[in-house]
Nanobody, 122 residues
Framework: QVQLVESGGGLVQPGGSLRLSCAAS????????MGWYRQAPGKERELVAR???????NYADSVKGRFTISRDNAKNTVYLQMNSLKSEDTAVYYC????????????????WGQGTQVTVSS
């Protein structure tokens, strides 16, 4: 009943920028954390950035100063602005959110998007 839909991935040259978006829809009562994870080939999925409903953020050390996470609570949407991209940023990026639904508003559940490919290459 809750879906996360990502957009904005693609191919970009080193040093370039991309902006990812993820919109949550469905029977949403409240959203707590929203964030982005990524998984490169042969590696485990890792946290990139996360933001609370109040706007507090945390980032992986590898992206600090280059990536910015933000969210629009009215639109149930989280964004990831990625600047100064490097080849090592190449991965599938997954949106993640902790959401309570109207059917069970006292329970928090974790949801994932389908993933969007980001490729940094010249």
């Amino acid at each position: 009943q809750v879906q996360l839909v990502e957009s904005g991935g693609g191919l970009v040259q080193p040093g370039g920028s991309l902006r990812l978006s993820c919109a949550a829809s469905g029977s949403i009562f409240s959203i707590n954390f929203m964030g982005w994870y990524r998984q490169a080939p042969g590696k485990e999925r890792e946290l990139v950035a996360r933001i609370t409903s109040g706007g507090s953020t945390n980032y992986a050390d590898s992206v600090k100063g280059r990536f910015t996470i933000s969210r629009d609570n009215a639109k149930n949407t989280v964004y990831l602005q990625m600047n100064s991209l490097k080849s090592e940023d190449t991965a599938v990026y997954y949106c993640n959110a902790v959401i309570s639904s109207y059917s069970d508003f006292k329970r928090w559940n974790e949801y994932w998007g389908q993933g969007t490919q980001v490729t940094v290459s010249s």
